[in-house]
């Protein structure tokens, strides 16, 4: 029989936070047993209209939930002010957070795997928890060696806060680590509208869209003479990200370490 995992969900009446929901509800397993919401302090999650019917209280003050509540795991799907807080103070009470929320620092990033060591408790950062996300990730990796000159167009719902996204910049990350760097483009070329050419990483371009009707798409396209090669993935429906979200609760008991990226578990 599977050992059952004590969940702390942080964010439930959010877009991913309430598919987060349906999936706890769905896996015998997973028992939720705190949210982390920004009201409703000292309510039920099955007091809220429109959310599964779980018995879990909801606390608005993180600390407080982290002490009274005996948790293994912290999902956090907030934004990223608050969501690196919560990951910190996960870590300090040895809780794994599988971390969701998007628009980390790289200095937060370093502060998490710091905490990650100093507090020997497994962390999963994942920049996107659906998995045809993260094989794009790695065949666009597997592109760069090949094809050095490439661009990232990313689009996603109007209702996003950060940019570029968490996909996008893990992206440029896994290309910079294949690839030869090279500054692309015209060395004079020059912007007649400001933003017009996108944002900069290591010589290459990321381009956000921001529009009603996506929920999250990137392309990656490579270019060489005579040729172009394009790598996309589109999530249509949040309930792709759920398998993910499976997988990452599952893999951070198993581990003591930092992770970044769902693709360092799936090798
Ligand atoms: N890794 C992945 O695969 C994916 C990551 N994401 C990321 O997940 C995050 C959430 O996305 P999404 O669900 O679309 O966003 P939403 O805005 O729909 O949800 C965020 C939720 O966080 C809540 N919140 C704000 N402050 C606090 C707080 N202090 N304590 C607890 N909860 C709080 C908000 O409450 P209120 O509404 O009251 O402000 C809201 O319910 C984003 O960073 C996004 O980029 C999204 C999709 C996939
Ligand atoms: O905000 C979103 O919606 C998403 N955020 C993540 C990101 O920033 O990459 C993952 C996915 O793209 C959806």
Redesign the pocket.
Same mark, same amino acid.
């Given at each position: 029989m599977t050992n059952t995992i004590n969940l702390m969900l942080a964010g439930p009446r959010g877009k991913m936070g309430s598919e987060a929901l349906k999936l706890v509800e769905r896996t015998d397993h997973f028992q939720l047993v705190a949210c982390l919401d920004r009201k409703h302090d000292g309510m039920n999650i099955n007091d809220i209209d429109g959310l599964p019917n779980l018995d879990a209280p909801i606390y608005t003050d993180a600390n407080q939930a982290f002490d009274e509540v005996n948790a293994d795991v912290l999902i956090d799907l907030t934004n990223p002010e608050v969501g690196y807080e919560h990951t910190r103070l996960a870590l300090l009470h040895r809780v794994r957070p599988v971390v969701g929320t #998007?628009g980390f620092t790289t200095e937060q990033l370093n502060e998490i795997k710091r905490l990650s060591e100093d507090y020997q408790t497994g962390v999963v950062i994942a920049?996107?928890f659906a998995m045809g996300a993260v094989l794009m990730m790695r065949f666009s990796q597997m592109a760069a060696k090949y094809f050095p000159n490439v661009e990232i167009i990313e689009k =996603? =719902?109007d209702q996003?806060l950060?940019a570029p #996204?968490?996909?996008?910049v893990k992206t440029a990350q896994m290309i910079e680590e294949a690839r030869e760097s090279q500054k692309q483009g015209h060395p004079e070329e020059k912007e007649t509208m400001s933003g017009a050419r996108g944002a900069d990483y290591d010589g290459f371009k990321i381009h956000s869209v921001r529009l009603p009707g996506y929920?999250?798409e990137q392309e990656v396209t490579f270019g060489q003479a005579g040729q172009t090669l394009k790598v996309t993935h589109s999530?249509t429906d949040r309930y792709s990200f759920m398998s993910g979200v499976h997988f990452a609760v599952e893999q951070v008991i198993e581990h003591d370490e930092y992770i970044y990226g769902l693709e360092n578990l799936m090798e």
């Open positions: #998007s920049p996107n =996603h =719902h996003k950060d #996204s968490g996909t996008a929920v999250a999530s």
